[in-house]
């Protein structure tokens, strides 16, 4: 095995093994009962488990220390070198795996694997992690700067496809830790993926790549904390009202609809 593939595995073992810790904190904190595909009812506001932030948090620390210490800088010039030298082929598969856990879930459900939220409430979740996602990433892309391995532009810094893929995994993870834990797991070797391959594609550092992760995984964990506040005043004071997410395909572009009847 080449010393590149070393480094990349290495670092896909660390993230596979974080991501492990991550779902064991949650896993040890929060047990429930299997739900239906059916609305959750909450009785009162949940409170944001910080253990479950500690994770994303080394992860981002990581990634912004790689910006300005010697050493992690070195680690990332070091990796683009050796990847260079080996010409690993260019395969974009990571332009379509960081929404891969994400289609995994709704599949599921489909397959009547129910997880734990019903289509309306798991896809404002998961537009809301998408939104908090990039109100992150895309600002700091233009604050930061950071030119690409590859040169092509000045926006590196953090990883959009890496950040994307660990919101879908942690989304998948959330949804199914209750009913199938293992499976659960699943969306994690498919976002390490991506980021390996987002830094084998010379499009990002190991840093990039790491402090995605990290504001992926926040992400998610933000948009599942503030769903009940969204779902109440999605839902208003008025009960009789009805509210409808779905997505939709229009002029080669994909988004998500909301309609509200009152």
Excluded at 148 to 165: E, I, K, V, Y
Aim: net charge positive; aromatic share 10%; proline share 4%.
């Amino acid at each position: 095995m080449s010393i590149v593939h070393q480094k990349i595995t290495v670092c896909c073992i660390v993230l596979l093994s974080a991501c492990g810790r991550l779902a064991a904190q949650n896993d040890s904190v929060q047990v429930q009962k299997p739900q239906q595909d059916s609305a959750v009812t909450l009785n009162k506001k949940p409170a944001l488990n910080y253990k479950s932030l500690i994770i994303p948090a080394a992860f981002i620390s990581y990634g912004v220390a790689s910006l300005t210490v010697k050493d992690l800088k070195q680690l990332n010039f070091s990796t683009r070198d050796e990847i260079n030298e080996h010409k690993p082929d260019h395969i974009r598969l990571d332009n379509y795996t960081q929404y891969a856990p994400v289609v995994l879930v709704y599949g599921l459900n489909a397959a009547g694997i129910k997880g734990k939220h019903n289509f309306r409430d798991r896809t404002i979740i998961y537009a809301t992690s998408q939104i908090i996602s990039a109100a992150i990433t895309l600002p700091l892309k233009h604050i930061v700067k950071e030119e690409r391995p590859d040169q092509s532009n000045n926006l590196s810094f953090p990883s959009g496809h890496t950040a994307a893929a660990f919101s879908s995994a942690q989304f998948m993870f959330r949804e199914y830790k209750d009913t199938n834990f293992w499976l659960s797991l699943s969306g994690y070797p498919i976002a390490v993926f991506t980021g390996a391959y987002r830094m084998l594609n010379d499009k990002h550092w190991v840093g990039d790549v790491v402090a995605g992760a990290g504001f992926g995984i926040l992400s998610t964990e933000l948009a599942y904390w503030l769903f009940p506040k969204i779902d109440t005043l999605l839902k208003g004071k008025n009960k009789n009202t009805a509210t409808m997410v779905m997505p939709f395909y229009q002029d080669k572009s994909f988004g998500i609809g909301l309609v509200k009847t009152f």
